[in-house]
């Protein structure tokens, strides 16, 4: 059971940004590779397409247009500072062919290559990805929840994304410790 | 090998040793049968013997080349008071077909009792109370049958051919250690085996055939005791409660079994050496918790189970440890086997039935069950170039649980590079097999039923393991639809293995196991179910959680794996939802020295994790049925409405696993070394290198996170994760044009679509027909669903070894969450 839990927070983890980097992998390259060994992945993921748990004054049904019904993320940076808010997150993204396997680079990257000469996490780009009413607020907030006395709620921006999108290539993810 | 003359002494002396037993004119007697009695039978013939016998042996040991296995305090008395006889009445007849028969049947219940097992130099010497002991046994019975010596010879055997035939009711077997008793109450047991051939074959080989053994068994309640003065009592004697109860047990066998033994085992002149083999017609074996035999409680149960077990040449010897200094054990009796090949295909593993159901499926095969589908285990336990396939066992158990107890010193060694051991999990004409399995253990493992006390001790079968070397691997995968066999299914496609989601299972994983789990009677629900305590260590150790297939062992993996879990009072109980696990408090701590990319040993790290978790009252429900039918990509209840929002409608079946977990992460205690904690060090001294220092590094700290309801006060929605895991098809396109690695042709956007011999083709949208919708690949598809109120991070810090704390951020919160992910992984061609 435990487990469960760390591997979602190793998942987490290993997609950092700051240590992926987009490549395309050229034809002489792929002519070294033998076989394909790694899994084709497809599915959807979705962020309170229906609501999520949370009922209070600021929480509630997505038919109680009073209300939101999506996840939100807060983080404070300063000590007795205001809050960063990512709001009202929702929607669903579903694809197919995320690939995921382990490939030896041994050489290119400007020579980095030859000298990295280790293995790296190679995560291929569905071709597809469909998004559905996927959207969130940018914002800034008084205190940690919204449902506290006297909170005070600045929103920036709102984003929505709907529709195709297309994402090519391979995102190698570098182990630089 | 046995001497004939031998064979035939020690029999003879068998024969003599349940002569004097059974006529010792002290406690038995020869009863004329009353003339009232003989008017009722027709053709009675026979002779009538009433025994009540009260027999007790100081030691019967057996010795080989001088060293000894002593059973010391051997008794046979009345259940009910040991002072009293047991009492039977023996009927001897000759049929009219020229047969013996021997009825027999308990007058009372009968006690047969061994109160020591110890190791001996000598025989007859007076043992120390303290001299350490395998424990105690007992068996309370009221047997009623009878054996007839039919007047046939066996071709090839010089013996005996019978027909045996016996019920046991009223039944407990127990072992007892140090005052404690863990026993099957309330047992019966229903054996039939005709044409059982008993005798020697010419190469003088002691022969058992038994080609149609039949047996039931019945247990009201597995039961345990931490009164030393109860002994084999359903009622406590001092408090007049019943004793805790584990549950009730129901097996049923249906065999066929040949056995031969010949004299001499590895190791000096004496000894034997066995080699037996069997196939299991059918067998079912269930658990039930809080169950009347009918439809109140609910049980587990592996229904359906056929197979076969193959033992070549298992050696008895008894010897000396082999171990030295603190490991040093003493002698024990050791089983070593050449090789050992056992199959077993498990029809239907049902969860949260009732007995009425299973007893109904179990004679018609067609009544549904609460099915998470079947399985195949195929074991083959063979030596290795390290480590052969040995356990001695050795008299003590836990040094500290007193001098009563088993210790295992064991080796043991699974191979698979052939493939020739596996593991398949079968649903909805499915299956998915871990391919190519390897295993082996190398250490010690104790036994003892031992009694709570302080903060080290609690109630229950407490299973030790102390520095258990132990690991496993799988190759990889292999996915089917309505595969015809195990075979058929080794012939499919190799892909990667890679952890999956709720199962907590991962490819691969080593290490060296120390601690306990102590497993004790009653559950959080009704009056039965088993309570867990545990503590357990695993260091130096490595986990994968993904490797690829192409036999390189490259992955992802967790090496330099140091991990602890401790649970107190995780009680299991079995409802009619499933197997419902409940964690009174459980704690660990993972410490991964490096999170590696490539090769366990030397791929390149992402530095350290550690992963420390601390949880109150969480709560786990497994069972039977997977996700069902879904809507992919879009929302709607049946095909037409998912499509119309265009989504892809699957139907996944009545089978596979749902896994509810709900945990309530706590508060840190600091003085306990429990919290919620995720650390990862980078840079570290000698970073890169196979002596890095743990802590030299940067370290970026998510610190003390806990659930919460929203508010402050209360935590009763915890962190949700649901599981359906399934093994099912699914859409996979072709990414680019051209030929694939596995050379099949075809152009970007195709559809993958199996052939019947496994092959595949590539088919474009617009040209796929209903049978290539129904030849898609098929995948483990796991929908895992996370929701939770409120998960707060008390701070995230940047930790210098030098200059200390830094606060990143002073709160995180994640509130509302409800997330679905529903991902099928295939193969990448």
């Known amino acids: ?177 | 090998m046995l001497d004939r003359m031998e064979l035939k002494n020690f029999l003879r002396i068998g024969a003599t040793l349940l002569t004097i037993l059974f006529s010792h004119p002290a406690i038995s007697e020869m009863k004329a049968m009353s003339d009232d009695f003989l008017s009722g039978v027709s053709g009675q013939s026979g002779l009538t013997i009433d025994a009540q016998m009260r027999a007790e042996i100081g030691e019967f040991a057996y010795f080989d080349d001088g060293k000894g296995l002593a059973l010391q305090g051997v008794r046979l008395s009345s259940a009910l008071d040991q002072a009293q006889t047991a009492d039977f009445q023996f009927e001897i007849d000759i049929l009219e077909s020229g047969a013996l028969s021997w009825g027999f049947s308990s007058e009372n219940v009968s006690r047969f009792e061994i109160e020591e097992i110890r190791f001996v130099d000598a025989p007859g010497i007076t043992a120390a109370l303290d001299d350490k002991s395998l424990g105690g046994f007992f068996l309370d019975f009221d047997i009623e049958g009878s054996i007839t010596l039919n007047n046939i010879q066996s071709p090839g055997v010089e013996g005996g051919v019978y027909d045996i035939d016996f019920s046991i009711k009223d039944g407990r077997l127990g072992y007892r250690t140090n005052g404690n008793e863990l026993f099957l109450d309330g047992m019966s047991l229903d054996v039939s085996s005709l044409g059982t051939v008993l005798g020697v074959n010419p190469a003088g080989e002691l022969t058992l055939s038994l080609p149609n053994f039949l047996a039931e068994l019945k247990v009201e309640a597995l039961r345990f005791s931490n009164n030393p003065n109860n002994h084999g009592v359903t009622i406590d004697v001092d408090s007049l409660t019943a004793l805790p109860s584990y549950g009730s047990i129901w097996a049923n066998l249906d065999l066929n079994a040949d056995l031969t033994i010949k004299s001499g085992g590895a190791s000096g002149s004496q000894g034997m050496t066995i080699n037996a083999s069997a196939v299991i017609n059918r067998a079912d074996v269930a658990w039930g918790d809080d169950t009347d035999w009918l439809n109140a409680g609910a049980w587990i149960g592996a229904l359906g189970v056929t197979g076969s077990v193959d033992l070549v040449n298992l050696t008895v010897d008894v010897l000396d440890d082999t171990d030295v200094g603190v490991n040093y054990n003493g002698v024990g009796l050791a089983l070593a086997f050449e090789r050992l090949d056992a199959s077993f295909h498990i029809q239907d593993f049902v969860l949260g039935e009732t007995k009425s159901n299973i007893d109904a499926y179990v004679i018609d095969g067609l009544t549904p069950v609460k099915s998470i589908g079947g399985f195949d285990i195929n074991l083959s336990f063979a030596e290795s170039d390290f480590l052969s396939n040995v356990v001695s066992i050795q008299a003590g158990g836990n040094s500290s649980a007193g001098y009563q107890g088993i210790r295992l010193d064991t080796q043991l060694n699974i191979s698979g590079s052939a493939n020739e051991s596996n593991f398949v999990y079968n649903e909805d004409g499915s299956s998915l097999m871990f391919s190519g399995l390897e295993a082996y253990v190398d250490g010690d493992i104790t036994l003892d039923v031992t009694a709570a006390s302080g903060t080290d001790s609690y109630d229950g079968l407490r299973v030790g393991f102390e520095d258990l070397a132990f690991g496993y691997k799988v190759e990889g995968y292999r996915v089917a639809k309505n595969a015809v066999s195990v075979d058929d299914l080794k012939t499919k496609d190799l892909q990667a293995a890679h952890a999956i989601g709720g199962l907590g299972f991962s490819p691969a994983m080593e290490g060296t196991l120390n601690g306990h789990i102590t497993l004790g009677p009653g559950g959080q629900i009704g009056q039965e179910g088993i309570t867990v305590n545990s503590d357990l260590y695993v260091t130096d150790g490595s986990m994968a959680r993904f490797i690829q297939s192409d036999g390189t062992g490259n992955g992802v993996w967790l090496s330099g794996l140091n991990y602890d879990v401790h649970l107190r009072d995780m009680m299991l109980d079995v409802t009619s939802d499933g197997l419902r696990i409940y964690e009174g408090e459980s704690w660990s701590k993972m410490d991964v020295t490096d999170f590696r990319v490539g090769d366990k040993d030397s791929g390149a790290s992402f530095g350290r994790l550690i992963l420390e978790s601390y949880t109150v009252g969480s709560e786990s429900i497994i069972s039977a049925g997977g996700a069902g039918q879904i809507c992919i990509g879009g929302i709607g209840g049946d095909s037409t409405a998912c499509e119309a929002d265009d989504g892809r409608w699957e139907d996944r079946g009545t089978q596979g696993i749902t896994i509810a977990t709900t945990k309530f992460f706590k508060n840190s205690i600091e003085s306990e070394d429990k919290r919620n904690r995720i650390t990862w060090e980078t840079g570290r001294t000698g970073e890169g290198t196979p002596t890095q220092t743990n802590g030299t590094g940067m370290q970026l700290v998510f610190d003390n996170f806990t659930t919460n309801d929203g508010t402050d006060s209360l935590d009763t929605y915890g962190f949700r994760s649901d599981y359906n895991i399934d093994i099912s098809s699914t859409r996979v396109l072709k990414k680019s044009n051209g030929p694939d690695s596995n050379g099949v042709d075809g152009d970007k956007g195709d559809e993958k679509i199996m052939n019947a011999d496994g092959t595949y083709v590539y088919v474009a949208p617009s040209a796929l027909t209903p049978a290539d919708i129904a030849n898609r690949p098929v995948g483990i598809a796991v929908r895992t669903r996370t929701h939770f109120k409120e998960l707060d991070f008390d701070r995230v810090n940047l930790v210098h070894p030098t200059g200390g704390d830094s606060t990143l951020l002073y709160g995180l919160k994640l509130q509302n969450f409800d997330i679905t992910t529903d991902i099928t992984a295939t193969p990448l061609d």
């Open chain 1, 1 to 177: 059971m435990k487990i469960k839990f760390q591997t979602f927070i190793l998942c987490a983890l290993t997609s950092v940004n700051c240590f992926a980097e987009m490549a395309s992998i050229n034809d002489s390259e792929l002519s070294e590779v033998t076989g394909q060994s790694g899994v084709y992945l497809s599915g959807e993921v979705s962020i309170n397409e229906q609501g999520g748990p949370l009922t209070d004054s600021y929480f509630g049904e997505c038919t109680d247009l009073t209300k939101s019904c999506g996840a939100r993320l807060s983080f404070q940076t300063q000590e007795s500072g205001g809050w960063f808010v990512i709001d009202d997150i929702k929607g669903s993204i579903a694809f197919e062919g995320l690939t995921f396997q382990v490939k030896e680079i041994t050489s290119g990257f400007g020579g980095d290559g030859a000298l990295f000469n280790k293995s790296v996490m190679e995560i291929g780009m569905p071709e597809s990805i469909r998004m559905n009413d996927f959207e969130f607020t940018l914002a800034t907030g008084s205190s940690s929840r919204p449902s506290d006395a006297g909170y005070q709620q600045l929103d920036f921006m709102t984003v929505e994304m709907s529709g195709e999108l297309t994402l090519e290539g391979n995102l190698l993810v570098f182990p630089t410790p």
